[in-house]
């Protein structure tokens, strides 16, 4: 059986502004001044403490300062769904692709506020797993919580496809041994640069998902 994994930040969703925000908010109240968006959307991928410390380093701030991450963490759950959108065709594409494999979110962002962005934009429904980056399982780009989830929906490493926008979701699939896909229209593509092989798939916008996959579905 056939497994699509699906990054969330970058992948399915364009949330740079809501997270460069929060990042903002704190970097503020803290005493420093506001970082770019662009500046800030180059820090997510690999968990929210890591943003923390890379947006408070980059202000001139303490990285260490305390109590930094659960005051982002409340200022992220102020304005999850303020701008964070899903990217254009992309619905349609999971709605194509639901109906050929299970398909699954694995993001290193904390679950709780993976699940609400879901919910609020009407997507869960179409996932059978979410795994966040705060559970028992190591965050991307350790392959345990993708291993995981092809252990529950029985699929081989031949026929499970990670889905993501970055270097690290690249370096999650190679780990896993697994086959990947770049969606280069993601905001982490440009800020990691990940180095695609030629046999690894890659598409330039949502709607191009649904004839990449189904090869691997074949």
């Known amino acids: 059986m056939p497994l699509f994994v699906f990054d969330l930040d970058g992948t399915l969703i364009d949330s740079r502004r809501d997270l ?47 109590h930094a991450l659960p005051r982002f963490l409340e200022l992220y759950d102020e304005r999850l769904l303020v701008h964070t959108r899903v990217y254009d065709g992309t619905r349609e594409a999971l709605d194509a692709l639901h109906a050929i494999a299970p398909m699954a979110v694995l993001t290193n962002k904390p679950t709780h506020h993976t ?35 092809m252990t529950r929906a029985h699929a081989s490493p031949e026929r499970t496809v990670m889905i993501g926008d970055s270097a690290v979701d690249l370096a999650t699939a190679r780990a896993a041994g697994t086959r990947v896909c770049l969606v280069r229209y993601g905001f982490g593509f440009a800020a990691s640069r990940p180095d695609v092989r030629p046999s690894d798939l890659a598409v330039d916008r949502p709607a191009d998902l649904v004839p990449a996959l189904r090869t691997v579905a074949a």
């Open 115 to 149: 699940t609400a962005i879901l919910d609020g934009l009407r997507l869960s429904h179409l996932f059978r797993w979410v795994l966040g980056g705060d559970g028992p399982l190591p965050r991307k780009p350790d392959p345990s919580a993708l291993q995981e989830l």
């Open 20 to 66: 460069a925000d929060a990042a903002n908010a704190l970097i503020v109240e803290r005493g420093g001044t506001p970082l770019a968006v662009d500046d800030i959307a180059r820090m997510v991928g690999e968990g929210a403490a890591l943003l923390v410390r890379r947006a408070l380093t980059a202000a001139g701030l303490d990285p260490e300062s305390p």
